[in-house]
């Protein structure tokens, strides 16, 4: 395949369902990826007020499809991708992976537009919602969904997922992937030149793509690897975030402990390239804090979450104060999950949990967090569009000084300073901005 004839990465195709069509046996005869049957079942479900039943069932369905168009990519890769060293070729993809992880990365990679992803992951609190222990509270035992919650859910499914048999975005990704351990790209190749005019989300995950080969590239592959990345980690050095320039100093640590000499010495290359050998850490704990974090976020995102937050929460605490630098923004993420909670509540019980972690969170580390990586945290950036966890993210941030902290990005130093001043309307509109950009 020519150079030019591959896609970095592109938008996902316009949806083949309008957003106006709300019947569901229309809706459900675009989702072509359904049985008759199933489509026939949901359609009568929704006909027949069965709302809660209906929603559930496509959003198990819708998942469940997502991640086996994912895993084509290689289980292993996935989670080099999604930074989760406890995934492997043996991994259940159905289990391992939450279904946040699954739209996030179905986002970087292209498969969803930036209005799917946030529509899906809005569906999805709405069905965990009535689908959790929720249900048997006392206060909300009268609750049930609409039509119109569960229509939405439907709509959003089909567009994203079940309307196309196949998503071509993977296969422009794995193809990408296959290139950088076929080719030796040149400074100025259409790649290169492409991938640094793009949004970051495809910078971040191109250095993950290229990291992740390090690990399983042998002989010429790993060859080729090696150079395409002493020529465009340096071409890119300067557009790169915190988490991503430890990101590279963590691969060469995982080389260097495992005595791969031709993978140390391209990177030992690039990190001289680019004097980058303050992003390589010490030790490899930051490994651990990841994978306890990343638990966090999937119990916060998946059914049952107020009983389920609160052990992986309290093994996140009980880790100690001092973070690792790569694990730092993953770690404010699940703390700030826990703290913010969704429009239904909160888990109580891993409240103090959370409060632990994030007092270890220094000025310089919430600097760390807020420009490295707070412009791309959509699960964060979603709860600041209104409601309870709004509330909860003005109160948070009156009792944690940050007025001595400058920030880079002019849009998230903004908004603090309206998250210090109480004023909800401009932190909707800067998170809405930031969203918008993803």
Same mark, same amino acid.
């Given at each position: ?47 027949h ?7 559930s ?8 499809? !997502? *991640? ?7 289980? %292993?890769? $996935? /989670?080099? +991708? #999604? ?22 990365l ?88 492409? !991938? *640094?005019?793009?949004?970051y989300?495809?910078?971040? %995950?191109? $250095? /993950?793509? +290229? #990291? ?14 090696v ?26 640590a ?24 303050d ?23 998946a ?36 703290? #913010?909670g ?97």
């Amino acid at each position: 395949m020519a150079n030019n004839d591959i896609a970095i990465w592109k938008e996902s195709t316009p949806n083949i369902v309008p957003d106006n069509v709300s019947d569901a046996t229309q809706l459900t005869n675009f989702a072509v990826q359904l049985k008759p049957k199933e489509r026939s079942q949901i359609a009568m479900n929704l006909q027949h007020g069965n709302f809660e039943i209906a929603a559930s069932y496509v959003w198990l369905r819708t998942m469940a499809l !997502l *991640k086996q168009q994912l895993a084509k990519l290689g289980i %292993t890769f $996935i /989670g080099e +991708l #999604l930074q989760r060293p406890d995934m492997d070729e043996y991994s259940d993809i159905t289990s391992a992976v939450s279904d946040t992880e699954a739209i996030s990365l179905a986002r970087d990679i292209g498969m969803l537009s930036k209005l799917q992803t946030m529509r899906l992951l809005q569906s999805q609190t709405i069905v965990n919602h009535f689908a959790g222990t929720a249900q048997s509270d006392a206060d909300v035992v009268d609750e049930e969904m609409t039509k119109e919650e569960a229509i939405s859910c439907l709509r959003i499914c089909v567009q994203g997922v079940l309307a196309h048999e196949t998503i071509s975005a993977a296969e422009d990704f794995k193809s990408f992937r296959d290139l950088l351990t076929e080719e030796t790209l040149s400074k100025d190749s259409h790649e290169i030149v492409k !991938l *640094k005019t793009s949004p970051y989300f495809f910078v971040k %995950t191109a $250095i /993950g793509v +290229l #990291l992740s080969l390090f690990k399983t590239a042998k002989s010429a592959q790993l060859e080729h690897t090696v150079r395409n990345a002493q020529i465009l980690i340096p071409q890119l050095w300067d557009q790169l975030k915190a988490p991503e320039k430890w990101q590279v100093g963590q691969a060469y640590a995982e080389q260097f402990s495992e005595g791969k000499k031709q993978s140390i010495a391209g990177l030992h290359t690039v990190l001289v390239a680019v004097k980058g050998f303050d992003f390589v850490p010490e030790n490899l704990r930051s490994t651990t804090f990841v994978r306890i974090a990343s638990s966090v976020v999937a119990a916060h995102t998946a059914m049952d979450n107020f009983y389920n937050e609160p052990a992986p929460m309290r093994e996140l605490a009980s880790l100690g104060s001092s973070i690792p630098g790569p694990a730092v923004a993953h770690c404010v993420t699940a703390a700030l999950c826990v703290k #913010l909670g969704n429009n239904y509540g909160i888990s109580r019980a891993a409240q103090a949990s959370a409060d632990a972690v994030l007092a270890g969170i220094s000025p310089d580390r919430w600097k760390f967090y807020l420009d490295g990586r707070f412009s791309e945290d959509r699960i964060i950036l979603l709860k600041l569009l209104g409601g309870a966890p709004l509330d909860r993210w003005i109160s948070l941030f009156q009792n944690i000084q940050l007025n001595s902290v400058s920030l880079e990005s002019k849009d998230v130093n903004a908004l603090m300073e309206a998250t210090r001043n109480s004023n909800k309307n401009k932190v909707k509109l800067i998170a809405s901005k930031l969203l918008e950009l993803l």
